[in-house]
């Protein structure tokens, strides 16, 4: 499974930016995990490829949306009200459960570089 994730840039606090990333190959989970400047990578959220079910880390339940486009085999985060913590490197990753644990993804996308301005 090859991952590749793009939409990052800079944006204001309180802006939007919505994330993709396109699977080529099968995948039963897409999930996005966040790494910041000096801290470890964090889950932030998956989705069930066919069933769409999601699960969200608490940080950004309620403020980040993770939804899929069969059609394009590509799954999308959708970022509001964005703050300066959520500055990171935003990775997508496949793997077989709908889990927050990292090391259940086998397959990583190359990260997408988000910052958001105070």
């Known amino acids: 499974v090859q991952l590749q994730a793009s939409g990052g840039g800079l944006v204001q606090a309180g802006g939007s930016l919505r994330l993709s990333c396109a699977a080529a190959g099968r995948t039963f989970t897409l999930g996005w995990f966040r790494q910041a400047p000096g801290k470890e990578r964090e889950f932030v959220g998956a989705?069930?490829?066919?069933?769409?079910?999601?699960t969200y880390a608490d940080s950004v339940k309620g403020q980040f949306t993770i939804s899929r486009e069969k059609a394009k085999n590509t799954v999308y985060l959708q970022m509001n009200s964005l703050k300066p913590e959520d500055t990171a490197v935003y990775y997508c990753?496949?793997?077989?459960?709908?889990?927050?644990?990292?090391?259940?993804?086998?397959?990583w996308g190359q990260g997408t570089l988000v910052t958001v301005s105070s």
């Open positions: 990753a496949a793997g077989p459960y709908l889990t927050s644990d990292q090391y259940e993804y086998d397959y």
């Open positions: 989705i069930a490829w066919n069933s769409g079910r999601t």
